[in-house]
């Protein structure tokens, strides 16, 4: 598949729950608009809640099965689960072993609180690698930024991660200035101590200011890190996605790989995209910062359509897809 700016699609990001067990100060909930009725007032970020109601719509692990294999068979080759915390899932085992069947590659974002537990069914059941977030290891800093105290459980969880084999490890920390934007090379040998990659990430907003006073108060310009980086790196190596720079350095006594990514007013970051992404209430979203444009396929999927109507559902979605810095 294809879009009109002659971008291929061939990664699926599925949110399987909008649920979460963390408040993250900087948490987009993958764009997606709303939940829906939740239970017992459940914060979904601290700018979002839900009522007291109906759990909220989340597609079933057949549901995920069947429209990822639809993706699968117009050419979608990586699944990355996300969230909300995927984890919180009963059945997100299952879901893993039915994606692992039909595409190359599965992965997983997690804030790791679960981990421990679950590395290695997960790996068994077919799972690649995981990305976990980890943005400080200042207790005060950490509770700030996720709204909780667990971070013992997470720095468990990079090791239980890589115990498990679930390599390459990668270590998400958006950086935030003044809160966490001076421990960047604590966690860069924090990542060589643990053979993960750091993947560092600037803060984000839209075209239309949301969360526009969070991004003027936060946002820390990775402009000035990256040329250390380049500097001090061995090797600089581009990645495919989102042609995002990956730094090999030498740190202490072994080596480092750091990644940075920078989606703000990017033209490159837009234009190299392959992602479509998938709500956990059904619907298919060409962009992560847009809503104006989702496609509802669990509703015809679950209405009976057929594969020949599912795949120009994924069509239509890929059509709408443009770069939205550009």
Known sequence: MKDLFGREVSNLRISVTQRCNLDCLYCHREGQPSIGAGVDHVVVSRHVSVEVGADPVEMSAEDIEKIASVGAKLGIKKVKITGGEPLLRKDIVEIVSRLSKIVEEVSLVTNGMLLERLAGELKSAGLSRVNISLDSFDPDN???IVGGESLPKTVRGVKAAHDAGLTPVKLNMVVMRGINSSE???????????????????????????????????HYDLSGVEGKLKKMAKKVVERDVNRRKKYILRNGDGMAE???????????FCGACTRIRLTSDGKLKPCLLRNDNLVDILTPLRGGASEGELKNIFRKAVVLREPYWH
């Open 258 to 268: 750091v990644e940075v990514v920078k989606p703000m007013h990017n033209t490159e």
């Open 142 to 144: 950490y509770k700030k």
């Open 184 to 218: 960047i090379w604590k966690m860069l040998d924090f990542a060589r101590n643990s053979n993960a990659i750091l993947q560092l990430i600037e803060l984000e907003t839209t075209k239309q200011g949301v969360d526009e006073e969070l991004y003027r108060k936060y």
